[in-house]
């Protein structure tokens, strides 16, 4: 299949400068799963890199996708020998072994990140150049010894990444939004944005999605408020999930659409698949950036517009960023009840005022008090999640919005998270209350058969 050559008359790479400059932030303690760079690693690095470019000359690329894996690996495995003999190196079964998985991963993976991807602790992957990466595990940042052979060895992989998704990254459009065959998503900056070498960042999802009783077992959210977050979506409440950059908003939207019937029909926007909704019944759309002419883009706004023709019982945006805002509140008002989208704001009436700018942003002229009149009545709960000084992910405020009074929303906050102080460790110590409202959509949760008990809002009670 492969029909290789020896490669007695192919030149090794050659090693690049893989110093790695001194850094003030401490080395991970996985050393296990990351061992530091070594004499012997780099030369097996050369090793890996030769043999892949050798195949990469010889073998029917166009075969690897018909191929299974096992068998794609068994045949590198038969032939590694003959590979190996330009290089005086000797190599042990544990080296071979990991020689193969090395040029497996080259060939149908990431390469240098295929490791960290298969991590489950490992959260956000932080590439910043060749040979400097970041991983996040516990919402800390650590540095690894993952590294790329040098910048056009990055550069590969990073059109590896965009490329299968239909996108493109050049000097003409030097940064891109991707993600992953499992939904995650990524980001990458080249040169000349880029100055120290190409940035990526891939934030990982979860293979099986975080349900709301994962996150309760996490100490996310208590059990009392997520019963009353289920009762909200089936009762159909149109829900706003407000949130910092990394504080776990996607993860609590797909969490939230796992109370939504299998009967309802649901149609997804987003600028980069990321939603992993479990329903059978639900219509994904994604946006499309400008072709190399300028030519082609397909918004979030006009995928909404698109979407109120589909018969979508409920339509949930990954996140609203300019004038989409408006059109989603035209579908909140206009029969989609239970829909859903997250914004990025630090409380819950810097939400609202985030999307009273983003209403602006859709060249339509309306008066201050008209844009806040739609907000207040498209929207009825505002979820605002945060992450700790500790890393941890929660659940810090679950409002209501009751209408208007003279020019301004009003709204109400049912539950919320009250810190009160770090420990010897650093961990915020706190816990979850009611503040003793009872909120306007229990009615509406009773008129669909949903009954939550009093006890759920006395404030004298801590949650968790």
């Known amino acids: 299949m492969w029909k290789i050559k020896r490669p007695e008359d ?19 303690d996985s050393s296990i799963l990351y061992p530091q760079p070594t004499a012997r690693s780099d030369s097996l690095q050369k090793i890996r890199m030769a043999i892949h470019q050798s195949l990469l000359d010889k073998i029917n690329l166009s075969l690897l996708d018909k191929l299974p894996e096992e068998q794609i690996k068994a045949e590198i495995t038969a032939i590694l020998p003959e590979l190996l003999v330009s290089y005086d190196q000797p190599l042990n079964r544990e080296d071979r072994t990991n020689l193969v998985n090395e040029v497996m991963d080259e060939l149908l993976g990431l390469g240098p990140l295929e490791p960290l991807l298969k991590d489950e ?21 650590e540095r690894v010894s993952t590294r790329f052979q040098d910048e056009k060895h990055l550069m590969r992989i990073i059109q590896k990444i965009v490329s299968a998704v ?34 990526l960042s891939i934030r990982k999802f979860a293979k099986v999605p975080i349900s709301m009783q994962k996150l ?34 996607t993860t609590m ?90 914004v990025h704001a630090n409380t819950s009436r810097d939400a609202l005022a985030r999307i009273e700018q983003m209403v602006g942003m ?14 207040a009545s498209a929207i009825n709960v505002v979820l605002q999640v945060s992450r700790l000084s500790d890393g941890r992910r929660k659940v810090t405020s679950l409002s209501e919005i ?54 759920l809002f006395r404030p004298e009670v801590k949650l968790s």
């Open 10 to 28: 192919e030149a090794p790479a050659v090693e690049a400068d893989t110093s790695v400059p001194a850094s003030p932030v401490k080395e991970a």
């Open 121 to 141: 602790s490992v959260n956000d992957i932080l590439v910043n150049g060749c040979d400097i990466v970041f991983v996040e595990r516990g919402g800390k940042l």
């Open 166 to 199: 239909g996108r493109r990254i050049d000097e003409s459009s030097p940064f891109v939004d991707a993600r992953l065959k499992d939904g995650s998503r990524v980001n990458a900056i080249i040169a000349p944005l880029a100055l120290d070498g190409s940035l």
């Open 216 to 249: 309760v077992d996490l100490g996310s959210v208590p059990e009392p408020m997520a019963q009353v977050l289920s009762a909200i979506v089936q009762s159909r409440r149109n829900v706003l999930i407000s949130g910092g950059t990394g504080s776990g908003k």
């Open 253 to 342: 939207l797909n969490a939230l659409s796992s109370f939504i019937d299998e009967s309802e029909r649901i149609v997804t926007i987003e600028d980069s698949a990321e939603l992993q909704l479990q329903q059978i019944h639900v219509a994904r759309l994604e946006t499309r950036p400008p072709n190399i002419e300028g030519r082609g883009e397909v918004s979030q706004r006009d995928l909404v517009k698109n979407a109120l023709r589909m018969r979508p019982d409920r339509i949930i945006v990954g996140e609203v960023r300019a004038g989409e805002a408006f059109d989603m509140l035209q579908a909140m008002n206009t029969g989609h009840d239970g829909s859903m989208t997250t």
């Open 362 to 375: 859709s060249g339509i002229d309306m008066p201050q008090r008209a844009a806040r009149a739609q907000i």
């Open 402 to 455: 009751t209408g208007m009074e003279g020019d301004t929303i009003t709204m109400q906050e049912i539950f919320r998270f009250k810190k009160e102080g770090l420990d010897e460790n650093n961990k915020v110590i706190g816990h979850h209350e009611a503040t003793g409202i009872r909120p306007k959509f229990l009615l509406d949760a009773e008129a669909y058969g949903i009954k939550m008990p009093a006890e």
